[in-house]
């Protein structure tokens, strides 16, 4: 069953991502947003755990959370999707459940 | 003028996902009006609080990174950024908003408010202070 | 308490503040004074723009100190002093000023 996995928290915060990443099946996607945005950083300590799950997981983004934030896209790591609020609600609809890790 | 304090604000939230950030932020502003010796330190997830190009219309929500912009009119001109937690989030001085303050004792020249400092430095800055207040 | 303006009812709070900031026009200071029984002139206008304009670019309302010094730094020295804004808003520069210019409680106001 496809799975769209939700992460709100920094992952500087609490390890919420990387547990969703650890636990996350094959071909899932996680779609970060919130200040869980904050863990598609290039060059953070979390970097080479998500660089690592992009072999088995799709990962995206929502833009307007990076905007406030002040995160353009050149500073996130290659392979992470940014989408749009109406984006969002695809990848709801595409999967058959949502985890929501908090 | 014997009974100023050394107050240091500690922030260590990201800007929006929780109201820690604005709500620290006010307080050092309503604080400033009882001018004691006030610092601010941004640590851990703190430091986003202060990246340039903050933007925050499609979310509906007021974006008060500007108003770190006023602190130099509120006497607030001492900014201590934590090395180490800049550097845990792939950040550099590069991505923060240069903040300024005019210098009375130096002909109103325009000074950096903010100090990149390393945790053994910041240690220390804390250990100078007569109240810590952390949000 | 909602006030009327050129036949718009719009809201305030308690205190006589806008409750929407993006409600203010001109003519809702105008009206503003008018109950507090000031008329506004060029004088009160410099400080109500300043404010607009300081509001715009840091996103808060400035303490009277900041205000005061800011004003004597932009409009002149005889102009950056309590007298001189006391003068024109008795109730307060801070507060009165801000209210003026649809403008929330200036922060650090104690």
Known sequence: MSTLHTVNKSPFDRPSLQ?????????????????????????STVADTVKKALDTVSIYVLGADLKARGLSEDKLIDGIKIVDYKGFVELTVENDKVNAWL | MSDVKKFMYVNRKAPYGTIYAWEALEVVLIGAAFEQDVSLAFVDDGVFQLVKGQDTTELGIKNFSPTYSALGDYDVNKIYVEKESLDARGLTIDDLMPLTYEDEDDDWAEKDSIRVVTAAEMAEILEQQDVVLSF | MPIEVEGKTIETDEEGYLANLNDWTPAVAEAMAKEDGTELTDAHWEVINFLREYYDEYQIAPAVRVLTKAIGKKLGKEKGNSKYLYELFPYGPGKQACKYAGLPKPTGCV
């Open chain 1, 19 to 43: 547990t969703c990443l650890r636990l996350a099946g094959k071909d899932h996607a996680v779609l970060l947003f919130e200040d869980g945005v904050y863990g598609a950083l290039q060059g």
